[in-house]
């Protein structure tokens, strides 16, 4: 017997014979909402009555299962049912509970499916509980029942690093009983269904189970990896605290403490951030002049250059399915880049990301270096990352308008230099827009999209699509020096080399930035980078170099030292053996600058290092907003987010700036400007928010 659908949108239930088949569909992603879960419950409810009913199937329609709670509620009052409870009326179902599992089943939704008695799923669907990376911890019951079917272990961590693992491991774990043949998840579940009923297969609450037990020591050694690797953020510690429940406690007070230890974090800042940077990540990419404009067909992909950049590049856009021409200037060059690109593809092999079979496929079909640029006359896009220098682009943008194929699109991965000057290089400034990476670039997740005064919107719109097909977050960036991360960056480094000559050393500075949150100090950054790239900017824009500029010297004299950092062995720190170490000379040469300034040195406390940092680099980013150079004030905290190490916790320095209050931003940098009048000049959209009240996050709409 076939009943038709009991209730309406967004969980339905029908009848297949014996089996009560729930689905939900809540696009896009099945997000657990207040409808969702009382549709369950209801379902649920009305099945249990009806005594044709032997099992109760719960699918998805869509493209995913349960994506996890609906985050859009998260700070609002809860609306009933509360998902713990849906969760218990389901595992407490006396007839045996099916959950038929494809996509991703993430967050509330693998715990709604650990609240189920039988789990199968299609081999592509993944497992995760993210919940970490909001901030939060599983809150309805994950952190309880994961442990019950999968060894502590693995427990620990999905549950603290928030990653996802998939069908082949989560059936070796114990988290899904079946992967099903084939990719029609509804068919193999009612089959697997109907097997469980003849073969009077009983429901099999997961809470019944006893906790897998951790090797001895594994707690403790897992909170102390965590101490290191996820630094200042709360929510991975509490999560062991909620597994150790699992442990210690029975399963209703695990599940009790679970609760508490959500609640606690749902009320904490770092919540607020990590759930701002979920939603800025979506934003970015909303922007009214590509709406509805299709992006160009992107398969075939160019780089000229094969050093750091260009190579990293390719290895991005081959590990993305793409075919990469790569053109060098010599055959020496081309071989070079041919072993570091294979070389990057080798170490992702060694990291499990790519088999071996198709590291082969990529090496003899998808990858070619050469020195010749006809090379590129069929391809959809060249992506330029030659040396930094507007000669050099000129050379390469007018061989790439000369050769490639019309609507190719020509890109540039320039850090600094004007993207209208190379478009006008060229007869079709349209086709032109920047690409500019991060270093390493298959690694680093951020994308700034620069579009200059004529790119067409087609072309912004393929840059955005190619940021998806190469797995980055792609943020708009307006023409200017240094787009949006690198103009926010130099003038933060300026403001950290005032708080140098100050008084504070680069370790200080570096160390206070590491506690406020950092993954690693600026100055070890600059060293890792390479001091000279700064030097050769600096000397590039020392013409133009306001002559009011408290210009802080101690850098060039490094560099004038040959201390180029980690390459030379010495920079700011010295490589040796063992840890970078503090390196005196250096503080001398920032003495003798001091001298030479007539400054006296003083102490800077940690908090000032912070204040100094933040208000220099939320100033330098109103003005980044206000000159349009970034859309928003998200894009700002999307882009030091994801390209330059800034706490995801602390959710960007926009969303930090309106935490502390826009004021004190601005009271700090009237104080900062007593000592450098024209570095901390404060910008008119920071004044104008301050005077009407108002916060950054009030133009993100
Ligand atoms: N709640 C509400 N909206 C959600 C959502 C969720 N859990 N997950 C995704 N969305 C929205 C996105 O904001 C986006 O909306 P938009 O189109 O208006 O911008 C839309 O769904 C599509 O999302 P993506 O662009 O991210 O789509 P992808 O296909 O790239 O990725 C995904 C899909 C892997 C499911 C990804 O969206 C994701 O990781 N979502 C978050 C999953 C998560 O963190 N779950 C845990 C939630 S916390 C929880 O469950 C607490 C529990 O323990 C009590
Ligand atoms: P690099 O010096 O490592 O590599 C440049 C490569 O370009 C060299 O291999 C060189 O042989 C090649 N090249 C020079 N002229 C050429 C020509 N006419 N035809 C073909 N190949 C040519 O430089 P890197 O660091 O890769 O930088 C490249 C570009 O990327 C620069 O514009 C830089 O500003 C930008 N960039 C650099 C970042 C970094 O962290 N290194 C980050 C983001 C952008």
Same mark, same amino acid.
């Given at each position: ?46 099945? !249990? ?42 595992? !407490? ?180 951030? #990590? ?244 993954? #690693? ?181």
């Amino acid at each position: 017997m076939r009943k038709g659908p009991v209730l309406s949108h967004p969980v339905t239930m029908e009848l297949h014979g014996d089996i009560a088949v729930i689905q939900v569909s809540n696009p896009p992603v099945n997000a657990l909402s207040q409808a969702v879960r009382a549709g369950l419950s209801d379902t649920v409810t009305q099945a !249990a009555e009806m005594a044709e009913v032997k099992a109760i199937l719960i699918c998805c329609a869509g493209r995913t299962f349960v994506a996890g709670a609906d985050i859009r509620e998260f700070g609002k009052p809860l609306m009933e049912p509360s998902l713990p409870d849906v969760i218990d009326q389901i595992e !407490a179902s006396t007839k045996p509970v099916v959950i038929a599992l494809h996509g991703t089943a993430l967050g509330g939704g693998l715990e709604l499916a650990l609240g189920g008695h039988y789990r199968i799923a299609l081999a592509s669907a993944r497992f995760g509980l993210p919940e970490v990376m909001l901030g939060l911890l599983p809150g309805a019951g994950g952190t309880q029942r994961l442990p019950r079917l999968v060894p502590m272990s693995n427990a620990i961590n999905m549950i603290t690093s928030g990653g996802q693992i998939g069908a082949q491991d989560a059936l070796e774990f114990g988290l899904i009983d079946q992967i099903a043949s084939g990719d029609d998840i509804r068919n193999a579940s009612l089959g697997y269904a109907k097997t469980l009923i003849e073969t009077g297969a009983a429901p099999r609450p997961t809470s019944r189970l006893v906790c897998n037990p951790p090797e001895p020591g594994a707690m403790d050694a897992a909170r102390a990896k965590l101490a290191k690797s996820a630094r200042g953020q709360i929510a991975p510690q509490k999560a062991l605290d909620a597994l150790r429940g699992a442990i210690d406690l029975s399963f209703a007070e695990g599940l009790a403490q679970e609760r508490a230890l959500f609640k606690e974090l749902m009320a904490s800042d770092q919540r607020g951030a #990590m759930i701002h940077a979920f939603f800025a990540e979506r934003q970015v990419g909303k922007l009214d002049e590509i709406k509805g404009v299709a992006p160009r067909d992107v398969q075939t992909l160019g780089v000229v250059g094969g050093g750091t950049m260009g190579a990293g590049i390719a290895t991005n856009a081959l590990l993305a399915g793409l075919k990469v021409t790569l053109v060098e200037r010599d055959s020496e060059a081309t071989d070079r880049a041919y072993a570091t690109v294979s070389g990057l593809l080798e170490g992702a092999m060694q990291r499990g990301k790519l088999g071996e079979a198709q590291y082969g496929e990529i090496m003899s079909d998808c990858f070619k270096t050469t020195t010749d640029y006809q090379e590129f006359a069929q391809s959809d896009i060249v992506i330029e990352a030659v040396f930094e220098s507007i000669d050099v682009k000129k050379e390469v943008f007018e061989k790439l308008d000369a050769v490639c194929k019309p609507g190719a699109i020509l890109a540039s991965n320039t850090s600094y230099l004007d993207v209208d000057a190379i478009a006008a290089m060229t007869a079709r400034p349209e086709d032109v827009i920047g690409l500019h990476f991060f270093s390493p670039a298959h690694v680093m997740k951020l994308l700034e999209i620069v579009v200059a005064d004529r790119t067409a919107p087609e072309v912004t719109a393929t840059g955005f699509a190619l940021a998806k097909t190469l797995g980055k977050v792609a943020v708009r960036a307006g023409v200017c020096d240094g787009f949006i991360g690198n103009r926010i960056l130099s003038h933060y480094r300026k403001a950290l080399d005032g708080a140098v000559i100050a008084g504070a050393s680069p370790f200080d500075v570096d160390r206070a930035l590491v506690e406020f949150g950092l993954a #690693m100090g600026p100055y070890a950054v600059s060293d890792l980078a390479g001091l000279d790239i700064g030097w050769a900017t600096r000397k590039r824009l020392a013409p133009r170099r306001d002559p009011r500029e408290a210009y802080a010297e101690f850098a060039d004299r490094l560099c004038e030292m040959g201390r180029f950092g980690r390459k030379t062995g010495r920079g700011y720190y010295l490589y040796g053996e063992g840890r970078p170490a503090p390196d005196p000379e250096v503080d001398g040469i920032i003495a003798e600058e001091r001298s030479a300034k007539g400054v006296i040195a003083r102490a800077l406390s940690d908090q000032e290092i912070v204040d100094r940092y933040m208000a220099a680099m939320v100033n330098e980013a109103a003005r980044v907003v206000e000159e349009g150079i970034a859309q928003r004030p998200l894009d700002v905290d999307v882009t030091l987010l994801n390209g330059y190490g800034f706490p995801r916790w602390r959710g960007g320095p926009m969303y930090y700036a309106d935490t502390v209050g826009p004021d004190k931003i601005l009271r700090d940098i009237t104080t900062f400007a007593a000592e450098d009048d024209f570095l901390w000049q404060p910008a008119p959209l920071l004044q104008r928010l301050v005077a009407e009240g108002k916060t950054f996050a009030s133009l993100n709409t």
